[in-house]
Nanobody, 121 residues
Framework: QVQLVESGGGLVQAGGSLRLACVAP????????KAWFRQAPGKEREFVAA????????AYADSVKGRFTISRDNVQNMVYLQMNSLKPEDTAVYYC??????????????WGQGTQVTVSS
């Protein structure tokens, strides 16, 4: 099973910023829709943001709109999540995901192992 690899998590104070990165191991993934999800302790995994293969379309959860920005670099086979104005409720394990389909909040076939983001108050 192909694994995506996330990086960039860590501990930050409320109001701070972090940038998550995700690399896909194969060039084929440069044509895939990419997304970020997160899972907080005791909660179900939830959609955060997605970006189409061209980067021309993006989607965000209401809880992160205006604070988070998803972007991608198809030459480097990377996808990023810039997180600004972080809040304690953003604390979660963040997962990168990919699918060979249109942008959306579900039906992602490929996942990373996750990176921990902790926001202190």
């Amino acid at each position: 099973q192909v694994q995506l690899v996330e990086s960039g998590g860590g501990l930050v104070q409320a109001g701070g910023s972090l940038r998550l990165a995700c690399v896909a191991p194969e060039r084929t993934f440069s044509l895939y829709t990419k997304a970020w999800f997160r899972q907080a302790p005791g909660k179900e995994r939830e959609f955060v943001a997605a970006i189409s293969w061209s980067g021309g379309a993006t989607a965000y959860a209401d809880s992160v709109k205006g604070r988070f920005t998803i972007s991608r670099d198809n030459v480097q086979n990377m996808v990023y999540l810039q997180m600004n104005s972080l809040k304690p409720e953003d604390t979660a394990v963040y997962y990168c995901a990919a699918k060979d389909g249109s942008i959306g909040v579900s039906e992602y076939d490929f996942w990373g192992q996750g990176t921990q983001v902790t926001v202190s108050s």
